[in-house]
């Protein structure tokens, strides 16, 4: 699995039917509110054009691409931490997803009903953050209750804790999400372990009209400039347009897009962003049974990376044997790599780098 993320945002914004486009799953997509009650969750390849040509050179009886999980998300109201409109239903679902998709809607439309009667990103989005506070308020009074009980023995970490806790409740009953907070390792721990909606990092996505998707609106810019404050990123698609894309022959897909002036689908953007934000990359094993793509995080060290294979990679890891891509790529074969003097032999202190292929030596 590559990464996951949780797609929210307020009823008849296009959330469900942007999951469908991106996915194809076919989750239900209609003009009124609370259409999606329980979540929709569909898997994509992630498409990346170094498999295609690693597969030529390989020539390999199986190839397995990352993936993409999308969880596409009850619509939200105010007061829906309370249990308004769907209530808290969406709370367990959205707490396990790497990244939030926040789908705003910034086209106007009277065919398609808006919950609060216009639109209006601003408001919209601060509904959706109130909401996510408030749940995390619950939270984190728990976790509080839980650590001043033990703090009352005289227990030095625990009342540390609990002054960390203080601080996240404060900046929480401010309005403030959590994500971006400064932590050591401990601190760090306890956020963890709280789960916090608000700690997850967002993406802001900008549904507009057709005449919109490459210049943007007015309220795109509304939603650029909120997420400028936070230092999110913002991504434009109309979702119709991904409709459309998503019913196309792949070989179809590329020069429909340059008829319309876009270089990339809603779904590239996406996947792109979305590995920008969690720090993600991709490395490669490639061999005449299988060329494969590994997502792990940016930093990752050989073992580590070795271990998004199978545990026993990384517990008996002796060394790794590492081809660049790019040398991959021009020479076409890797006896022609070995005879260049380009396969390097890394041990347990390399780093990987983004379009690595590597084949792992280990003990059992």
Known sequence: MG???GIVGLPNVGKSTIFNALTSAGAQAANYPFCTIDPNVGVVEIPDPRMRRLTEIAKPQKVVPTTMEFVDIAGLVAGASQGEGLGNKFLGHIRSVDAIAHIVRCFEDPNVVHVSGSVDPKRDIEIIEAELALADLDTVDKRLQRSEKGARSGDKKLQEEVAFVKSVKDRLERGEPI??????????KVLQEMHLLTDKPVLYVANVNEDDVLTGNAHVETVRRIAAKEGA??????????????????EERGEFLESLGLKDSGLDQLIRAGYELLGLITYFTVGEKEVRAWTILKGMKAPQAAGVIHTDFERGFIRAEVISYEDFNRL??????????????????YVVQDGDCMHFRFNV
């Not at 994500?179 to 760090?188: F, K, M, V, Y």
């Open 3 to 5: 990464f996951n993320c």
């Open 179 to 188: 994500r971006g907070i400064e932590t050591n390792a401990e601190q760090a």
């Open 233 to 250: 990123k913002v991504i434009i698609v109309c979702g119709k347009i991904e409709e459309e894309i998503s019913t196309l022959p792949l």
């Open 332 to 349: 076409g074969s890797e006896a022609t790599v070995k005879e260049k003097g380009l396969l390097r032999v890394e041990g347990k202190d």
